[in-house]
């Protein structure tokens, strides 16, 4: 199967500070996806990355795919409470068939 | 608009007996995917469809069964559950060309 993996498993920081993800997979993508899940929720999409060397902007977010296509990261500025939870990269090769990162838990300390 | 609904919530069940869980989306997308996730873990997919008519495995399809009923449903049986699916189960739906999923509520299952 392939292989994606994300770093690190968790990160605890302090309201404030800032934080990052990152999701590389063994071969080319076609795109790449990063969800958010809340503790005993279920994941809701954040963005899609299609293009080689993309770098989307959701207010605080920030969004990158590799020149490659096969490494994505996820920054995070200035982090609040509201952002804790878990992020997951989603790698698809095929366009329509996803294969999930482990996730990065993130923990905001007020 | 209820987007992706999932039933049961909760289930236990014992070794050895079956069950099915139900999906459905209304909002008029063609493809429909079932994950489960283990504790601590990302999601891996189970089985997926395309559209309606058709399915294909995923990562994990080894004590699965799948039922594209039509455009709205999509079904994942368990035919002899083993405590090794217990698991939350996810639902999620695509609309073609778009690829954005969006996940049901879940079904969290426990097998004894």
């Known amino acids: 199967g392939q292989q994606v993996m994300q770093i690190p498993q968790y990160q605890h920081v302090q309201e404030g500070e800032d934080f990052t993800t990152y999701c590389n997979s063994s071969t080319t993508l076609s795109n790449i996806q990063w969800y958010k899940q809340r503790p005993g929720g279920h994941p809701v999409f954040l963005i899609q990355?299609?293009?080689?060397?993309e770098v989307k902007k959701q207010k605080r977010l920030t969004f990158q795919f590799g020149e490659a296509k096969k490494n994505s990261s996820l920054h995070i500025t200035a982090t609040q409470t509201t952002d804790v939870g878990t992020y997951f990269c989603a790698c698809a090769y095929n366009f329509n068939k996803f294969y999930f990162g482990s996730g990065t838990k993130l923990n905001v300390k007020p | 608009n209820a987007g992706v609904t999932q039933t049961p919530k909760f289930q236990v069940l014992k070794t050895g007996q079956s069950m099915t869980l139900q999906c459905a989306q209304d909002m008029n997308h063609n493809s429909m995917y079932w994950y489960r996730q283990d504790p601590g873990m990302g999601l891996r997919l189970i089985y997926y469809?395309?559209?309606?008519?058709?399915?294909d495995k995923g990562e994990v399809p080894n004590g699965y069964n799948v039922s594209r009923l039509n455009k709205r449903e999509f079904s994942l049986r368990l035919e002899s559950a083993a405590p090794s699916q217990t698991s939350v189960y996810f639902c999620?739906?695509?609309?073609?060309?778009?690829?954005?999923?969006?996940f049901g509520p879940g079904t969290r299952l426990l097998v004894l």
């Open positions: 990355l299609v293009k080689s060397g």
């Open positions: 999620a739906s695509t609309i073609l060309g778009v690829e954005t999923q969006y």
């Open positions: 469809s395309a559209s309606e008519g058709t399915t």
